[in-house]
Each structure stands twice: as structure tokens, then as C-alpha cells.
């Protein structure tokens, strides 16, 4: 995005420190305003970005270490949003954004498909004097994304889901249900008298990224194990991390996660 002054970002871990790293290749004049870097990104840090800055780049759910923004910071500057992991999960305050981006695997539909929403104002914006035509989005926008052949089949799945979350009484439904499925297992970790350890902050927690770890961790090998054998499958923690991540989008049913929170006590039980 064409920044007519410095873009500000606040970082958060590994997606945002990628962003970050492209703003340079691309020769963005940029500054990171806030950072939790020094506690491993277990929390959203304080973020107020300036009023003339070119725009401020949040990334509102941080998968890897399971910490979430409650709520956008305000902003005068417009937001750059990178929703991949947390959008249709909940509803969104848009008044501040000026982009919002998000790769629809993980709540949204099959991997191929990127839902960008932009504000009009800054289509102007959105290309550089060497930007290929392909990446300015207003080449997308002028024609109406379909200046190029798009994943048709992704987009058909997309708007199943879309048609799924309407369903279900749309987005304030779904985060209902998603704060439910997320009080169960923060609920067993909380109530397991330090036999497990949130990696993120209360006040930062994420309803979609569960991390944490066990006290003693040669039990967590055992902990995989074990939950493999009962069928919940990818629950080791990401490689820069460690530890156990349980991810809980939208297709993770209620029911799904009461099995594990249920296993969790009882694996405690078994080995505190
Ligand atoms: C998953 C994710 C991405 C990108 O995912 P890819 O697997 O590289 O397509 C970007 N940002 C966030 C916040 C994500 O969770």
C-alpha cells in the first residue's frame, strides 16, 4: 500500500513481523509503534498509532500464540487489518478500517481464496510506481475481481460458508459460541491449580487459539499422544512455540471442545 508518510505497525509475532519485513523489501517508510516482543507476543501491547500516520497495521488474532485485540484500537490513520485468522468468527467495528485482509482457511473456506474488503478512498493508494498491475487493487476493484481467472471453486465453497454463518444467526451468534467453546478450555487450564499455563495474558486471550503448556513438560509428548489415540489431531503447538495449541475455528463444534477440555481434566487427574 502507496504510503504518503510513515506506515506504522504494531507487532505481534510471526505474521506481523512478516508484514513488517515486506514493508522494507518494498521500501515502505515504516515504524513499529508497539511491540510484545520481549514477553514472546504473549499479549496485545497498548497501541495508538499517530493521527498522520500512513496507516496502522494490526493483526487482530495471532495464531501462533493465541493472542487476540478484544476490539480494533481507534484510529484516525486508516487500519490495515490482517484478519486471516479471525474473521467471520465474530463481528467486526469497521469504522477505522481502511483494509481488512484475510486467507479464508481458516475460518472462512479452502486455502487459494484471500478476502480483501478496502474503503474506496484508498484504492487511489493501493499501487506503487513499480507495483505489478496483478497486486494494485485497483485493478481487482475496477473490474470487478475478475480481472483475472479467480478460484471459482474456493469462492463457491466460500459462500457455502457465508450461507453456513447466516444459518447459525450470523456473526454475533457464532462469536456467542465461540466464546463458549473458548471458556471450556480456558476454564480447564484456569481450574487445573497450575498443571497447565496459558501462554497468552488473561486480558489478551484468543477465542480462536488456545496456547498453552503443561508445568512439567516431558508431559507433553504424552499429552499428544494420548489425545492422537482419542482423535483430536493437531494439537502440538507450532514450531516456534512449543507447548500444545488447541485452534477452535468456526468448524470446531461446541461439542468437539467439551471432549477436550473433558480429556484435559482427566490427563491432569491422571499425571498431577
Ligand atoms: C494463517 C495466517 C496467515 C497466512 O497463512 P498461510 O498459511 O501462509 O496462507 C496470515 N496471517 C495470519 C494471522 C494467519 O493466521
Same mark, same amino acid.
Given at each position: 500500500?502507496a504510503?504518503?508518510g510513515?506506515?506504522?505497525y504494531?507487532?505481534?509475532?510471526?505474521?506481523?513481523?512478516?508484514?513488517?519485513?515486506?514493508?522494507?523489501?518494498?521500501?515502505?517508510?515504516?515504524?513499529?509503534?508497539?511491540?510484545?516482543?520481549?514477553?514472546?507476543?504473549?499479549? !496485545?501491547? $497498548?497501541?495508538?498509532?499517530?493521527?498522520?500516520?500512513?496507516?496502522?497495521?494490526?493483526?487482530?488474532?495471532?495464531?501462533?500464540? +493465541?493472542?487476540?485485540y478484544?476490539? @480494533? /484500537?481507534?484510529?484516525?490513520?486508516? @487500519?490495515v487489518v490482517?484478519?486471516?485468522?479471525?474473521?467471520f468468527s465474530?463481528?467486526v467495528?469497521?469504522?477505522?478500517? +481502511?483494509? @481488512?485482509?484475510?486467507?479464508?482457511?481458516?475460518?472462512?473456506? /479452502?486455502?487459494g481464496?484471500?478476502?480483501?474488503?478496502?474503503?474506496?478512498?484508498?484504492? $487511489?493508494?493501493?499501487?506503487?510506481?513499480?507495483?505489478?498491475?496483478?497486486?494494485?487493487?485497483?485493478? *481487482?476493484?475496477?473490474?470487478?475481481? =475478475?480481472?483475472?481467472?479467480?478460484?471459482?471453486?474456493?469462492?463457491?465453497?466460500?459462500?457455502?460458508?457465508?450461507?453456513?454463518?447466516? $444459518?447459525?444467526? &450470523?456473526?454475533?451468534?457464532?462469536?456467542? !459460541?465461540?466464546?463458549?467453546?473458548?471458556a471450556?478450555?480456558?476454564?480447564?487450564?484456569d481450574?487445573?491449580? &497450575?498443571?497447565?499455563?496459558g *501462554?497468552?495474558?488473561?486480558?489478551?486471550?484468543?477465542?480462536?487459539?488456545?496456547?498453552?503448556?503443561?508445568?512439567?513438560?516431558?508431559?507433553?509428548?504424552?499429552?499428544?499422544?494420548?489425545? $492422537?489415540?482419542? &482423535?483430536? =489431531?493437531?494439537?502440538?503447538? *507450532?514450531r *516456534?512455540?512449543?507447548?500444545?495449541?488447541?485452534? !477452535?475455528?468456526?468448524?470446531?463444534?461446541?461439542?468437539?471442545?467439551?471432549t @477436550?477440555?473433558?480429556?484435559?481434566?482427566?490427563f491432569?487427574r491422571?499425571n498431577?
Amino acid at each position: 500500500l502507496a504510503a504518503k508518510g510513515v506506515a506504522q505497525y504494531a507487532d505481534t509475532g510471526v505474521w506481523t513481523s512478516k508484514a513488517i519485513k515486506e514493508a522494507a523489501n518494498v521500501g515502505i517508510a515504516y515504524e513499529v509503534v508497539a511491540s510484545s516482543k520481549e514477553t514472546s507476543y504473549d499479549r !496485545i501491547p $497498548e497501541v495508538k498509532f499517530s493521527d498522520d500516520a500512513a496507516y496502522g497495521y494490526v493483526c487482530t488474532n495471532n495464531t501462533i500464540y +493465541g493472542t487476540q485485540y478484544r476490539e @480494533l /484500537p481507534r484510529s484516525k490513520a486508516p @487500519l490495515v487489518v490482517d484478519a486471516s485468522s479471525d474473521f467471520f468468527s465474530r463481528p467486526v467495528d469497521f469504522t477505522d478500517v +481502511g483494509l @481488512l485482509y484475510g486467507g479464508a482457511q481458516k475460518n472462512a473456506g /479452502p486455502s487459494g481464496v484471500t478476502v480483501v474488503i478496502i474503503r474506496k478512498d484508498m484504492l $487511489e493508494r493501493a499501487c506503487m510506481e513499480r507495483t505489478p498491475t496483478m497486486l494494485c487493487y485497483d485493478t *481487482h476493484a475496477s473490474a470487478a475481481s =475478475l480481472y483475472n481467472t479467480p478460484p471459482t471453486f474456493g469462492i463457491y465453497l466460500l459462500n457455502l460458508t457465508l450461507g453456513w454463518v447466516q $444459518e447459525q444467526g &450470523g456473526l454475533s451468534a457464532i462469536n456467542e !459460541i465461540n466464546e463458549q467453546k473458548a471458556a471450556l478450555l480456558y476454564g480447564a487450564i484456569d481450574g487445573s491449580g &497450575g498443571f497447565y499455563k496459558g *501462554h497468552a495474558q488473561k486480558d489478551s486471550r484468543s477465542l480462536m487459539n488456545v496456547s498453552f503448556t503443561i508445568a512439567n513438560r516431558e508431559l507433553e509428548a504424552a499429552f499428544i499422544a494420548e489425545s $492422537e489415540s482419542a &482423535g483430536m =489431531l493437531g494439537l502440538k503447538g *507450532h514450531r *516456534h512455540v512449543g507447548g500444545i495449541r488447541a485452534s !477452535i475455528y468456526n468448524a470446531v463444534s461446541t461439542e468437539n471442545v467439551r471432549t @477436550l477440555a473433558e480429556f484435559m481434566k482427566e490427563f491432569a487427574r491422571k499425571n498431577g
